[in-house]
Every structure is written in C-alpha cells, then in structure tokens.
Nanobody, 123 residues
Framework: QVQLVESGGGLVQAGGSLRLSCAAS????????MGWFRQAPGKEREFVAA????????FYGDSLKGRFTISRDNAKNMVYLQMDSLQHEDTGVYYC????????????????WGQGTQVTVSS
C-alpha cells in the first residue's frame, strides 16, 4: 500500500507556471511507474502525464507535451509536474497516481491515488 500526497496547487494567472509535487510513503517507490491526472468540474478524470520507474521515459496527454514536464526523484520518493504557459482550460484538481496495470492513459488502470490538489488558472 502506497500513500500519495500532492502539493503545490494554487491560483495562477494565464501564462504563468506551477510546479506540483507528489510525496510517496512507500519505500518501493522506485518500482512504480507514476502518473498525473486531472479532473475539471463535471468532466471525467483526464490523463496528464506518466513516467517510467527509472524516469527514462515520459508520456503526455494530447496537447500537453511541450507545456508540462513530469519528473521524479527516486531517492526522495517524489514525483513532480512542471506546468508552464498555463491556460484557463488547465483548471482542475490534479491527482498523483501510482502502479498502473495496463495502459497509462486510463484512470481505472492505476492502483493508488492521492487526494488531489486544486489548480485554478484565471483568464
């Protein structure tokens, strides 16, 4: 069982940046692919990014590559999401996830979730 705690959300103006962090309690953190999802009000949870165990490969949702960057620090049990050039449409609750069983892009395939952190982008 791994516990995930997100931080770093907040209110930012369009065009600004935020860096989200996710702290994992599990000592075997380095064995899990990690991911970020987001959910806007009234919408389904959407894949944002994922990173492999070693951090050698990263995957992004449509239209997010180039603005968002996922990274991890296995020594600190941390995963990060750098978000640049934020747009109003990026507003939502951002969730950290661990241990996918299947494709990275389906929320239902991920085994562990954090509580989420709110990101609000004002236009």
């Amino acid at each position: 069982q791994v516990q995930l705690v997100e931080s770093g959300g907040g209110l930012v103006q369009a065009g600004g940046s935020l860096r989200l962090s996710c702290a994992a309690s599990e000592g075997t953190f380095s064995t899990y692919p990690m991911g970020w999802f987001r959910q806007a009000p009234g919408k389904e949870r959407e894949f944002v990014a994922a990173i492999t165990q070693s951090g050698s490969s990263a995957f992004y949702g449509d239209s997010l590559k180039g603005r968002f960057t996922i990274s991890r620090d296995n020594a600190k049990n941390m995963v990060y999401l750098q978000m640049d050039s934020l747009q109003h449409e990026d507003t939502g609750v951002y969730y950290c996830a661990a241990d996918p069983d299947g494709t990275y892009t389906l929320a239902s395939d991920w085994g562990f979730w954090g509580q989420g952190t709110q990101v609000t982008v004002s236009s």
